[in-house]
């Protein structure tokens, strides 16, 4: 696949691709799936019936209707549509980076039906216009059911409280204020004291500005060796215990957002143990990689929160695998080539996520550590709990967001191949276990794997 030379031609590109693959909305049986509904905690054989947008029916031996299509997935894995708690698409104000039009290919060919994104836009997410403006985008591109977490405070600045009341009524589904901080304990208390009124959730970056400074690596052995400004620990450890005892004040909804450390995941379940509103994330490439991989200025490595310790973890997988983390995500963040050349220190964090989501996961079950209606759950039920939507399911009478997927398929991540605009991955050249068939978004097939 040749790489358009620009992102307009890009866009254009995948806005094609995807309107080539989204076929029209009508009856089709999926026979023989083993489906995954974490919903109803159902494990086994079925059929599943989708017409028009919604599932019709679920069961054995489902009588296919009048000119139906009718998929055979005997051996293939029917789950809900993944829904993905952190993805940057880059518009509006990066679209030198992605867009709208060239993420969502890549969000369904990695089985993503729904995402959030964060405030950080250009501009910032902060009023009721803005919302509306990126809505409107992501309607015009595509499918993709595309929600919003609203600025908590306006232009991410810390300062002053956005209107909340109002981005919750222009279709907010939560409040953050991303990575940005917020130095003054005052407002971040009215933060969660106005959002609590409002039953909006607040997903907080748990990471303390002032312990984390200019760092791009995780504090220890690697960092001191490569001579990388470092982010302790502590970092997260001081801003979780901040916001939980902020928390136990208000009784505010509070969601952790890409956990990184064994600490933080003890803070979390401690609070869950007292009964706290708290709810808790990580991505996908925390459960897979470690500080050793930044060995060698791996610019593909440097992310925020840093890559941490082996011991880290493997306590991060046995928090998801417990439930203490409730969700994993793909922390989507595509950039053009440059943006990963310089000098590690210099380069821009974050990896193109979306389409190595799902078999990372996967991993995870060929590993072991989930079954595979954990792993669903953790994709889809409780993402989609967390942010109050109403998916992750597959029922009669549910929207017919799904993914059928191929367990035991072996691929190699090429990156020229990718889907996405952006091909920073420290995935290349891995050989992957599990990968998507098909994926409908509201019972249009808006992804069918070719061969």
Same mark, same amino acid.
């Given at each position: 696949?040749t790489?358009p030379?620009?992102?307009?031609?890009?866009?254009?590109r995948?806005r094609?691709?995807g309107?080539a693959?989204?076929?029209p909305?009508?009856?089709?049986?999926?026979?023989?799936?083993?489906?995954?509904?974490?919903?109803?905690?159902t494990?086994?054989?079925l059929d599943?019936?989708i017409?028009?947008?919604?599932?019709?029916?679920?069961?054995?031996?489902?009588?296919?209707?009048?000119?139906a299509?009718?998929?055979?997935?005997?051996?293939?894995?029917?789950?809900?549509?993944?829904?993905?708690?952190?993805?940057?698409?880059?518009?509006?104000?990066?679209?030198h980076k992605?867009?709208?039009?060239?993420?969502?290919p890549?969000?369904?060919?990695?089985?993503?039906?729904?995402?959030?994104?964060?405030?950080?836009?250009?501009?910032a997410?902060?009023?009721?216009?803005?919302l509306?403006?990126?809505?409107?985008?992501?309607?015009?591109?595509?499918?993709?059911?595309? $929600?919003?977490?609203? +600025?908590?405070?306006? /232009? &991410?600045?810390? %300062? *002053? =409280?956005?209107e909340?009341?109002?981005?919750?009524?222009a279709?907010?589904?939560g409040?953050s204020?991303?990575a940005?901080?917020i130095?003054?304990?005052?407002?971040?208390?009215?933060a969660?004291e106005?959002?609590?009124?409002?039953?909006?959730?607040?997903?907080?970056f748990?990471?303390?500005?002032?312990?984390a400074g200019?760092g791009?690596?995780h504090?220890?052995p690697?960092?001191?060796?490569?001579?990388?400004?470092?982010v302790?620990?502590?970092?997260e450890?001081?801003?979780l215990?901040?916001?939980?005892s902020?928390?136990?004040?208000?009784?505010a909804r509070?969601h952790?957002? $890409?956990?990184?450390? +064994?600490?933080?995941? /003890? &803070?979390?379940? %401690? *609070? =869950?143990?007292?009964?706290?509103?708290v709810s808790?994330?990580?991505?996908?490439?925390?459960l897979?990689?470690?500080d050793t991989?930044?060995d060698?200025?791996?610019?593909?490595?440097?992310?925020?929160?840093?890559l941490?310790?082996?011991?880290?973890?493997?306590?991060?997988?046995?928090?998801?695998?417990?439930?203490?983390?409730?969700?994993?995500?793909?922390?989507?963040?595509?950039?053009?080539?440059?943006?990963?050349?310089?000098?590690?220190?210099?380069?821009?964090p974050?990896?193109s996520?979306l389409e190595?989501?799902?078999?990372?996961?996967l991993?995870?079950v060929?590993?072991?550590?989930?079954?595979p209606l954990?792993?669903? /759950?953790?994709?889809?039920?409780g993402?989609?709990?967390?942010?109050?939507?109403?998916?992750?399911?597959?029922?009669?009478g549910?929207?017919?967001?799904?993914?059928?997927?191929?367990?035991?398929a072996?691929w190699?991540l090429r990156?020229?191949?990718?889907?996405?605009?952006?091909?920073?991955t420290?995935?290349?050249?891995?050989?992957?276990r599990?990968?998507?068939?098909?994926?409908?978004?509201?019972?249009?097939?808006?992804?069918r794997?070719?061969?």
């Amino acid at each position: 696949m040749t790489r358009p030379s620009n992102m307009r031609e890009w866009s254009a590109r995948a806005r094609a691709a995807g309107e080539a693959q989204a076929e029209p909305t009508g009856a089709t049986l999926i026979r023989g799936a083993r489906v995954l509904d974490p919903a109803s905690a159902t494990d086994r054989k079925l059929d599943v019936l989708i017409e028009n947008e919604h599932i019709a029916a679920v069961g054995e031996a489902l009588a296919a209707p009048a000119r139906a299509s009718i998929i055979d997935a005997h051996g293939l894995w029917l789950m809900p549509g993944l829904v993905d708690l952190c993805a940057r698409l880059r518009e509006p104000g990066a679209t030198h980076k992605a867009s709208f039009a060239s993420e969502m290919p890549a969000a369904f060919a990695g089985g993503i039906t729904q995402v959030l994104i964060p405030p950080d836009t250009q501009p910032a997410l902060d009023t009721p216009a803005m919302l509306i403006r990126v809505q409107r985008l992501a309607r015009q591109a595509g499918t993709l059911d595309v $929600r919003m977490l609203g +600025a908590l405070t306006r /232009e &991410l600045s810390g %300062a *002053a =409280l956005a209107e909340l009341s109002a981005l919750k009524s222009a279709g907010a589904v939560g409040v953050s204020n991303a990575a940005a901080p917020i130095n003054d304990s005052r407002i971040a208390r009215r933060a969660l004291e106005y959002a609590k009124g409002l039953e909006l959730p607040v997903h907080v970056f748990a990471q303390d500005a002032g312990l984390a400074g200019n760092g791009c690596a995780h504090e220890g052995p690697v960092a001191t060796r490569l001579g990388l400004s470092a982010v302790p620990v502590a970092a997260e450890v001081a801003a979780l215990r901040f916001w939980i005892s902020l928390v136990e004040d208000t009784g505010a909804r509070v969601h952790f957002c $890409r956990l990184s450390t +064994a600490r933080g995941a /003890e &803070l979390i379940e %401690a *609070a =869950l143990g007292r009964g706290l509103p708290v709810s808790a994330d990580v991505a996908a490439h925390q459960l897979h990689l470690c500080d050793t991989d930044v060995d060698g200025f791996n610019a593909q490595c440097h992310v925020q929160p840093p890559l941490r310790t082996r011991d880290d973890r493997d306590a991060l997988r046995a928090a998801v695998a417990s439930g203490v983390i409730g969700a994993i995500c793909s922390d989507h963040q595509p950039h053009e080539a440059d943006a990963k050349i310089n000098p590690f220190p210099l380069t821009e964090p974050g990896i193109s996520a979306l389409e190595t989501l799902l078999p990372l996961t996967l991993q995870l079950v060929h590993d072991g550590l989930l079954s595979p209606l954990q792993a669903a /759950e953790r994709l889809s039920r409780g993402p989609a709990a967390i942010a109050g939507l109403d998916s992750g399911r597959i029922a009669s009478g549910a929207l017919a967001d799904l993914v059928l997927v191929d367990a035991e398929a072996r691929w190699t991540l090429r990156p020229e191949r990718m889907l996405s605009a952006g091909r920073n991955t420290p995935f290349a050249g891995r050989t992957l276990r599990g990968r998507v068939r098909a994926t409908w978004r509201a019972g249009r097939a808006v992804f069918r794997a070719s061969g």
